[in-house]
DNA sequence: GTCTATAGAGCGATAGAC
DNA sequence: GTCTATCGCTCTATAGAC
């Protein structure tokens, strides 16, 4: 699977994500018409983005906001009680768009050869998808105890195929939860740093079977150097 | 060598950093007496990375660091001009330690094979060595031109040396921009992260030796699968 | 006329600087 | 302690859709 094949298949815009927003806060959010508040939510996430980015959530001002969004102060709190309430959202909704894909990703491989590669390549592919949202929780939330248990959740279904692999002679064995964490660290480098990739002219299906091939050399066990045709 | 070892060569202690700042920066630094400077130049520098590590650099007031510090708002700014200006102080001086260091390793090992396994692990344990300054600087200089150009120039350090290892056969061809760029991630991890290495109690050794292995099973090529006694 | 979404002056608190 | 700028945020008047 390349990325153009992910996209088709998980790929939502970000109007459909601002969509969820809406209506995972309506409660909060005082405006009545949806069309009206997705678009206008799809401005202020970009321009929280931008903004943030450039100079940090903190340091961003609600006047900086206003002004990139092109809104009125008083319009950006119909959407959201204060700047604190605004960060807990984007971050909320930042985990749920990785958990819900990467169940999904799980669920359609099975073998832990197979599984390892499509869940690594799934990581990197997510986070081209959605990079501003990537980008801004690990910048943002590194400190809060949600993310840590994030971090170690998907730490651990990386851990658990590597175990299943050992079991199944696929895989060697070794220190499981280490080279989980040198997965995790390298699927981060994507969208941590994505103007080295820009000016290294290196696309995100490069950059993904890199990683898988790199995996490959240090965990497969000799005797199954060739896995499946996979794909 | 393991982290003992080159904490016996290499180490500096945070006294001798905050000298070293005191005398690149005693034009500006009002205070006379070198001993009264250091050690408030020490206790500033633990504050500044004991509240930018809890809430961010810019969410960070001057007053938070007055009161940690135990010094008072005046006596603060006898040692900066101003809160942008302390910020690049630190940023200064920590592509000061990485880079000195750095090149004494470069200068201590010949043979890529050796080369690449020394200076990997030369900047993991640099990291733990001087860890608040790492962490300080990746976070609060993420955007900043020199930070950038800072990791384009490590990285092309390890880009040399796996060049130089295909040419004398030791290591196989490849992308080599890209595996240097998956050094880096990992190398990144142990300071980024280390509560969870904390947990899983995982040494800075074992990490080292971890990330060594995993970059000598998909860089060396089949014929030199042993390479020199080492160390 | 009604109701929704917006505008933007203005509030108290607090920032950095000295 | 003091000064000024700027912060997050509130509030009320109003514009515009139906």
Redesign the interface.
């Known amino acids: 699977m390349d990325y153009r094949a992910f996209k088709k298949i998980y790929g939502a815009s970000n109007n459909d994500i601002s969509r969820e927003v809406y209506k995972n806060n309506q409660n909060t959010i005082q405006i009545k018409k949806e069309e009206t508040a997705v678009n206008n939510l799809e401005k202020i996430f970009d321009a929280v983005f931008h903004i943030s980015?450039?100079?940090?959530f903190?340091?961003m001002s609600m006047r900086d906001l206003s002004q990139r969004t092109g809104m009125s102060l008083g319009s950006l709190y119909a959407y959201f009680k204060g700047k604190k309430d605004l960060l807990e959202i984007i971050q909320t909704q930042g985990w749920m768009i990785i958990k819900k894909d990467l169940e999904q990703v799980l669920k359609a491989y099975d073998p832990p050869g197979e599984r390892l590669k499509a869940i690594i390549k799934a990581h990197v592919f997510l986070s081209e998808l959605f990079r501003p949202w990537f980008y801004f929780t690990f910048?943002e939330a590194?400190?809060i105890e949600a993310a840590?248990s994030m971090?170690?959740h998907n730490?651990k279904i990386l851990t658990q195929i590597l175990k299943a692999g050992e079991t199944q002679g696929v895989f060697k064995s070794g220190?499981h939860?280490?080279?989980a964490?040198?997965i995790?660290?390298?699927q981060?480098?994507w969208y941590l740093?994505r103007?080295?990739?820009k000016k290294?002219n290196?696309s995100v299906d490069?950059?993904a079977d890199?990683?898988v091939?790199?995996m490959e050399?240090?965990c497969l066990s000799q005797e199954s150097t060739k896995v499946g045709k996979g794909e």
């Open positions: 980015y450039k100079k940090g903190q340091a910048m590194r400190n840590k971090e170690d730490q220190d939860d280490l080279t964490s040198m995790k660290a390298m981060q480098e740093k103007w080295k990739y290294l290196i490069q950059f890199h990683l091939r790199l050399a240090f």
